[in-house]
Nanobody, 131 residues
Framework: QVHLVESGGGLVQAGGSLRLSCVVS????????MGWFRQAPGKERQFVAAISWSGGSTYYANSVKGRFTISKDNVVNTVALEMNNLKTEDTAVYYC????????????????????????WGQGTQVTVSS
């Protein structure tokens, strides 16, 4: 069983920065595709960023491109989301997710932003950006 725990959320002013972390246990982390999604009140969960199992490819929602950076550390089984120049519309619960599959699994680019690609999810961490 794969277990994910997010941390790093909090309250920040617009224009500020936060770094979210997600520690993964179970299975072989180095083989996993990792993603970040977010859900604002009354809205559907939406894609934020993803990274391939090797870390060689990254994908971002247009709304965060140039402001957010996803990274993967296979030594400490952690995926991070560095968030800069935060906006009030970034306020949401942020979820870490993984496909939990082996590196032999290949995906088309669009699959990285699709919720159905991800089998395991964390409990989420709240990010609130004030004006």
């Amino acid at each position: 069983q794969v277990h994910l725990v997010e941390s790093g959320g909090g309250l920040v002013q617009a224009g500020g920065s936060l770094r979210l972390s997600c520690v993964v246990s179970g299975g072989t982390f180095s083989n996993y595709v990792m993603g970040w999604f977010r859900q604002a009140p009354g809205k559907e969960r939406q894609f934020v960023a993803a990274i391939s199992w090797s870390g060689g490819s990254t994908y971002y929602a247009n709304s965060v491109k140039g402001r957010f950076t996803i990274s993967k550390d296979n030594v400490v089984n952690t995926v991070a989301l560095e968030m800069n120049n935060l906006k009030t519309e970034d306020t949401a619960v942020y979820y870490c997710a993984t496909d939990g599959r082996g590196r032999a699994t290949t995906y088309v680019a669009s699959a990285y932003s699709t919720r159905g690609t991800y089998k395991y999810w964390g409990q989420g961490t709240q990010v609130t950006v004030s004006s």
